[in-house]
């Protein structure tokens, strides 16, 4: 069984639409949460850490559920420029390792 | 500041042939990471190392591969002899150590062998 399991998409929205991304992860003892952006042919990027309470950046907000073991990305106000490739990573507590998810690719058309 | 720094970005090469990939991690950070990525397998973890020791090697495909870290500021990995199934993007990325750091990518090398 994979460590994190993402929806490989493409999900494809019109602009100003909202849209969510799930993604599982098999350790329950895991750490550290973080979504990652990687654009075409180009290196991943840190979008941002998900924190136990949910946490907000702008148009972008992210949850995790402990219980059972997610942790999800909505994008409000979708823009031509969030098309990408979101990349759901997982570190567990003991290590200083990162597992990373397949990604999801999202277009977002005018 | 610099970034993670790899050479080459771009390596063709013939099966059989032996390839080596840089890294150069951003200063001060204590850990390093080799990645690779396939459309099919996606990112994958290869190996890392820890204030320049290798700490998990599990993810190294077989023993044709294999990472160095000399210094805190120079990273190598090989492949020798190469195999076209090898061909993808390599990405080495660095972190101030910990898991709940940030990791920074390079902007990796796009390997294809023949």
């Known amino acids: 069984r994979k460590e994190v399991e993402q929806d490989p998409g493409p999900f494809n929205v019109p602009e100003g639409a909202t849209v969510a991304f799930n993604c599982t992860y098999s350790n329950s003892a895991s750490q550290s949460f973080f979504w990652y952006r990687q654009d075409c042919r180009k290196e991943p990027k840190l979008l941002m850490s998900?924190?136990?309470s949910g946490n907000e950046d702008g148009r972008f907000t992210a949850q995790l559920n402990r219980a059972s073991q997610y942790i999800s990305l909505l994008i409000r106000d979708s823009k031509l420029s969030d098309s990408a490739t979101y990349l759901c990573?997982?570190?567990?507590?003991?290590?200083?390792?990162?597992?990373f998810g397949s990604g999801t690719k999202l277009n977002v058309k005018p | 500041d610099a970034g993670v720094i790899q050479s080459p970005r771009h390596e063709v090469t013939e099966m059989g042939q032996e390839v080596t990939l840089r890294c150069k991690p951003i200063?001060?950070?204590?850990?390093l990471f080799w990645y690779r990525q396939t459309m099919m397998r996606g990112l994958e973890l290869l190996i890392y190392f820890n204030n320049n020791v290798p700490i998990d090697d599990s993810g190294m495909p077989e023993d044709r591969f294999s990472a160095k870290m000399p210094n805190a500021s120079f990273s190598t990995l090989k492949i020798q002899p190469s195999e076209p199934r090898d061909s993808a993007v390599y990405f080495c990325a660095s972190t101030r150590g910990g898991n709940q750091e940030t990791q920074y990518f390079g902007p990796g090398t796009r390997l294809l062998v023949l």
């Open positions: 998900v924190y136990s």
């Open positions: 200063s001060g950070h204590n850990s």
């Open positions: 990573v997982v570190s567990p507590w003991n290590f200083n390792k990162f597992y």
